[in-house]
């Protein structure tokens, strides 16, 4: 594998560096020291720079949505055909109604790229999430009551109108 292969590489298991590089806002240097591979840190960081030059610097997505609020959500196990299902993964279902959680829902245009906004965002503001998805014209995130409307802001700012 080729040192720009490698680096691409490594860079692609570091969203935050991804990100930081479709920004601009990167010391090519001290990123290439933190990266694990092997060749000269100036290689390395020619081959970040030329990575950067070449990634799209339009936003990750755009999404326009209404916003609402759920409270009294609750997990259950199973698939959700006892109740008013919100947000349905595997074997866990989230319903309304049924227990202390607050769930976020955002409808309207949006796309798979904007949960992966959303989740970031979310973790920057240091807000937990329960469980979170996205299909069709909704995205959804499951997190604790107190917890909610700081969750809304967030989601608000991602993809609100």
């Known amino acids: ?15 935050s560096l991804y990100d930081a590089l479709r920004a601009g806002v990167v010391n090519y240097t001290a990123a290439a020291r933190t990266l694990d591979v092997d060749g000269d840190t100036d ?23 209404r916003l609402s609020m759920r409270s009294g959500v609750g997990r259950a196990d199973g698939d959700g055909s006892d ?8 074997d ?3 319903l309304n109604g049924a227990g202390s959680l607050t769930g976020i829902v955002a409808s309207g245009d949006l796309s798979p790229a904007a949960l992966g906004d959303v989740l970031g965002r979310l973790r920057a503001a240091e807000v937990p999430v329960e469980a979170a998805g996205v299909a069709d014209d909704s995205l959804v ?3 604790e009551r107190r917890d909610g409307p ?3 802001r967030v ?3 991602a993809v609100g109108r």
């Open 1 to 15: 594998m080729s040192l720009a292969a490698a680096t691409r590489e490594a860079v692609r298991a570091r969203p």
């Open 150 to 152: 700081d969750a809304l």
């Open 43 to 65: 290689a390395v960081a020619t081959a970040l720079r030329r990575f950067a030059e070449e990634l799209p610097d339009d936003p990750a997505h755009e999404s326009e949505a």
């Open 83 to 90: 109740g008013d299902v919100l947000l349905e993964m595997g």
């Open 92 to 94: 866990t279902a989230f």
């Open 141 to 143: 995130v499951v997190v």
């Open 155 to 157: 989601v608000e700012a």
